[in-house]
């Protein structure tokens, strides 16, 4: 694909004879029609295509969530914070059935201490020992905390649904308390419940994240799993 500079044609976009004209990000690009390809893909090529896919839907979970997408610094360029969350997770991303790492969040962050993270009956759980008043968390700022992340569900209990669907959620807002142990619950209603009870394999993936009083994120823990 060629970018397209000139604008003696104005601003096509679609086919043109044997060409394809595209606009993104107010840019113009060019390239040439697709070509029905004469072969079946290798197994290479499906596992490709398979663990783009599954990035994909996790980086666009993520990407919802407005508190952690805020997290993620903003990249220079065209690129968007979901092509940088994408990235960052097709690197730690394996097979949905040996799954590996969810980066929730753009760096390590803050340590938690014995967290124990759980997908119950209908919804999540997140407990903590105390955050600690010893890792730079400047409580002047920093008012409140919440829980965020991503649940990857697959086998189906029920016939005829996708294998794989992934929910993102986000606990309420509590008070920050720095020397009293951490404990975040959600519980999932309407589509959402069902959705996840539909599935019995359950994996999360979130982190602790401070809030200021108008409820921008300042501070995010490091990515705990199920």
């Not at 295509?49 to 990035?55: I, N």
């Not at 590996?100 to 938690?112: A, E």
């Not at 009956?121 to 997140?126: K, N, T």
């Not at 979130?206 to 490091?222: E, F, H, N, Q, V």
Request: with cysteine.
């Amino acid at each position: 694909m060629a970018q397209l500079f000139d604008q003696v044609l104005g601003l096509p976009s679609g086919l043109i004879g044997t060409l394809v004209f595209k606009r993104r990000k107010g840019a113009n690009f060019i390239s040439t029609q697709p070509a029905k390809r004469s072969s079946l893909p290798g197994a290479e090529e499906i596992a490709f295509r398979s663990k783009f896919a599954l990035t994909g839907k996790v980086a666009s979970k993520i990407n919802s969530i407005q508190v952690v997408k805020d997290l993620w610094p903003r990249s220079a360029g065209r690129a968007s914070k979901f092509n940088d969350i994408f990235h960052a997770n097709y690197e730690t991303i394996n097979t949905a059935q040996n799954l590996g790492t969810v980066k929730v969040t753009p760096g390590t962050g803050f340590p938690t201490v014995q967290p124990v993270l759980t997908a119950g009956v209908s919804g999540i759980h997140l407990a903590t020992e105390a955050v600690g008043v010893n890792i730079g968390i400047d409580t002047s700022v920093e008012k409140y905390i919440v829980a965020a992340g991503v649940i990857v569900l697959q086998t189906p209990s029920v016939e005829g649904i996708i294998p794989l669907e992934i929910l993102a959620f986000k606990t309420i807002q509590q008070n920050l308390d720095l020397i009293n142990p951490v404990d975040c619950v959600t519980e999932f209603t309407a589509e959402t419940l069902v959705t996840y009870q539909n599935y019995t394999d359950r994996k999360v993936f979130a982190c602790l994240i401070t809030l200021d009083d108008s409820g921008k994120p300042i501070r995010y823990s490091s990515t705990i799993h199920s």
